[in-house]
């Protein structure tokens, strides 16, 4: 962010659009007028402003080192060094990574199980109504010998019925004749 100077500035929480108070940012560095030494000036004079110019360098550097350092404080989430907050991280995933594969072979298992399942109930059925069909063509059958014995015995008592009416007729007219 820039103040419209030389002077530009870090915006510790990342947000530029909020942040448009200097006041409420770190000042990175400023420009500064670096002039070469003529001959004709003072020897300590020109020391005193390479003095004064590494000065504001070393702080500019240092405003920088401190915004880096406080970024990265942001960015290691309460840990004491990158390393230690990668392994965590590393840990965090990696746990992720185990605990959606349980939950995987889970549905996978599951899947199986329902298919197995879906399998037996079809067999069941089937099973079933094959028995209703065997059972409903015995009892047809054996319908079918009741009725051919039926009508045998019919037929027979068709015979035996007309034998005992001519026999009947027989012993009337020979009575009816007495």
Do not use: W
């Given at each position: 962010m820039s103040n419209g100077t030389f002077h530009h500035y870090f915006v510790?929480?990342?947000?530029?659009?909020?942040?448009?108070?200097?006041?409420?940012?770190?000042m990175l560095f400023k420009?500064?007028?670096?002039?070469?030494?003529?001959?004709?000036?003072?020897?300590?004079?020109?020391?005193?402003?390479?003095?004064?110019?590494?000065?504001?360098?070393?702080?500019?550097?240092?405003?920088v080192l401190e915004g880096i350092a406080k970024s990265i404080s942001y960015d290691l989430d309460g840990e004491d060094s990158y390393g230690k907050y990668l392994r965590r991280e590393t840990g965090q995933i990696s746990e992720a990574f185990t605990n959606s594969e349980k939950s995987l072979l889970e549905l996978e298992v599951k899947f199986k199980q329902s298919q197995e399942s879906d399998l037996k109930e079809e067999s069941r059925l089937s099973d079933d109504f094959v028995n209703m069909i065997l059972h409903t063509r015995d009892v047809l059958k054996e319908t079918l010998d009741i009725s051919v014995g039926?009508?045998?015995?019919?037929?027979?008592?068709s015979l035996i019925i007309r034998s005992h009416g001519t026999r009947l007729s027989r012993l009337k007219n020979e009575y009816l004749k007495f």
């Open positions: 510790p929480d990342g947000d530029y659009e909020d942040n448009d108070d200097p006041e409420k940012c770190q420009m500064t007028d670096e002039r070469k030494c003529s001959l004709a000036e003072d020897q300590d004079f020109v020391i005193r402003d390479d003095f004064t110019i590494v000065k504001r360098q070393i702080e500019d550097s240092a405003r039926l009508k045998d015995k019919h037929e027979l008592l």
